[in-house]
């Protein structure tokens, strides 16, 4: 991967259900060197699952990133940039009209993935990693709107699911409230797991190993090591026992959103999805029989990156 100039740059920008992420490189000769990274909520799926419609207010709140994150491509001196929408937008009814303004403000089309291409990018993103490179895997991430299941190794994807069953979409539909009663959480649990346990049918361990990528667990491991300031070098490779998670959980649920809202390692806007979105791992690593599952904080973007510099260089 060597660039035919110094300092050619690229980046991509993930629309996604809970947040923007903003993900920039440059070539060198033997590896790709990240220059930002950013992830900026706007909550874009807020009242998806009642209305069908993005919210008027959330487009506007994504918009206004939009428009900043093109500043800083600019100021970046980034010459491509690809900008791909995930599962809020490719459930809304009214899309059509967020990607005609998301595209105008970033002057890229703005491409929307279906499920299965998100649920393969993030799994070519964890692969890129050295660390996995002698293992077969499992990839799961948990975003705002949909999660995804990918299983593979280097000969390339076995199985690839995507389902709706994203951070907020779950808060919206199970958690009315904070505290979270025992019984709410007993509810939301035993539902996932029924889910689960019929989706994840095919998947097998088998020698592979389980890791959980995105912004929902590696906020969790951020709380969890209280972790003041965000150093993904810290949370990067961490092993992440299921027992540990289940207690974490099931404190957090006691607690009211001001209190967790104060938690060292907590980024903004995601005081609420912290719970929905741990049971979602918590289900997998339950249906799989998984005590431990490790962090990779590479995934969608990375991989999107990766191809973007390929094609260009």
Not at 82 to 96: F, G, Q
Not at 272 to 296: H, Q, R
Not at 300 to 312: D, G, K, M, S
Request: proline share 5%.
């Amino acid at each position: 991967m060597t660039p035919a100039s110094p300092r050619r740059r690229f980046a991509i920008v993930d629309i996604g259900s809970n947040s923007v992420k903003f993900l920039a490189g440059e070539p060198l000769k033997t590896k790709l060197k990240i220059i930002d990274d950013a992830s900026i909520p706007t909550r874009l799926a807020e009242g998806l699952l009642r209305t069908g419609e993005l919210k008027a207010e959330a487009m506007k709140r994504t918009f206004d990133v939009l428009r900043e994150l093109r500043e800083r491509a600019d100021g970046l001196g980034v010459e491509a940039l690809r900008p791909i929408a995930t599962s809020a937008v490719r459930d809304s009814s009214n899309r059509k009209r967020f990607l005609r303004e998301a595209g105008s403000i970033l002057g890229e089309t703005v491409r929307i993935l279906s499920g299965v291409q998100e649920a393969e990018a993030i799994f070519a993103g964890v692969s890129l990693d050295p660390h996995f490179k002698r293992h077969g895997i499992i990839s799961v991430e948990v975003g705002g709107g949909s999660a995804q299941w990918t299983a593979g190794d280097n000969t390339g994807v076995e199985h690839r699911l995507s389902l709706p069953l994203g951070a907020v979409r779950l808060r919206e539909r199970f958690i009315p409230d904070h505290p979270v009663t025992p019984a709410v959480l007993g509810s939301m649990r035993k539902a996932l797991g029924e889910q689960l346990g019929l989706a994840l049918a095919p998947y097998s361990l088998d020698g592979k190993r389980l890791v959980g990528t995105g912004g929902t667990v590696t906020t969790l491991v951020a709380v969890m090591r209280k972790l003041k300031v965000w150093d993904p070098r810290k949370v990067d490779h961490t092993v992440l026992r299921k027992e540990d998670l289940s207690r974490f959980l099931n404190r957090l649920s006691k607690l009211p959103l001001g209190q967790i809202r104060k938690l060292p390692g907590l980024p903004p806007k995601r005081e609420d999805l912290m719970i929905p979105g741990g049971c979602v791992f918590l289900a997998t690593m339950d249906v799989l029989g998984a005590e431990e599952m490790t962090i990779s904080v590479r995934g969608l973007r990375y991989a999107l990156l990766h191809q973007l510099v390929q094609e260009r260089c």
